[in-house]
């Protein structure tokens, strides 16, 4: 919840892309993380791989950026983010060696939601979305996004490690970009597919890791 809100301060002060941009460094502070904390070892395969993926990740990131500008501070915001997502992807991946993902999500949710109602209640002046299209929009986020997404997430860390599962959610934007291009035309350029193979590429490298196995 902490990365999110700070996710959304930061697009008060960037742009959309640079939040994007540095958002992927999330694989790189789930790793040190795991080696810091919990003195997980990481191989030379996996190394290469997070490299590779992270380099195709950012070059799509800088593709998009077009000169935008933003205040240093929200930079500062969206990488903050980042750091607070890694945090949540170590947390989950040790928690789920006593507790399923269900149970997981929910408390992420419950507690979530005692911290952000009193915050949103006394700093915003609409508490509810009153527009179908943003009721739709709300429980969008919440069924799919929240409680099919974070939950397969949360499922799959008894088998994969977080450092793994950061680094495999490089695909979102890829994922999003062909959506895009499927469902509303969107036009992809040569660069873009190149960075897509870059990324995959990475992705398949680090896979066939051992560091990419929950406990390994």
Request: charged share 10%; net charge negative.
């Amino acid at each position: 919840m902490i990365s999110l809100s700070l996710w959304a301060i930061s697009l008060q002060y960037t742009t959309v892309a640079k939040c994007m941009l540095l958002n992927n460094l999330t694989p790189i502070f789930t790793s040190l993380g795991s080696w810091l904390i919990f003195g997980k070892k990481f191989d030379k395969q996996f190394l290469i791989g997070m490299a590779i993926a992270l380099g195709g990740a950012m070059a799509l990131g800088f593709e998009d950026l077009n000169g935008g500008g933003g205040l240093l501070i929200g930079d500062f915001y969206a990488i903050l983010s980042a750091v607070f997502l890694g945090t949540y992807f170590l947390m989950v991946e040790q928690l789920r060696n006593t507790f399923d993902a269900t149970t997981i999500l929910l408390w992420r949710c419950g507690v979530g939601s005692l911290l952000l109602v009193p915050l949103v209640f006394f700093t915003e002046d609409q508490f509810f979305p009153t527009s179908k299209l943003a009721i739709f929009a709300v429980l969008g986020l919440g069924i799919l996004c929240e409680g099919f997404g974070q939950r397969l997430i949360a499922a799959c860390m008894d088998k994969l490690s977080s450092s793994f599962v950061s680094l495999f959610l490089l695909l979102e934007p890829i994922i999003s970009a062909l959506l895009a291009w499927m469902i509303f035309a969107e036009a992809l350029g040569v660069n873009t597919w190149i960075g897509f193979a870059v990324v995959l590429t990475g992705i398949y490298l680090a896979q066939s890791s051992s560091a990419a196995s929950h406990g390994a």
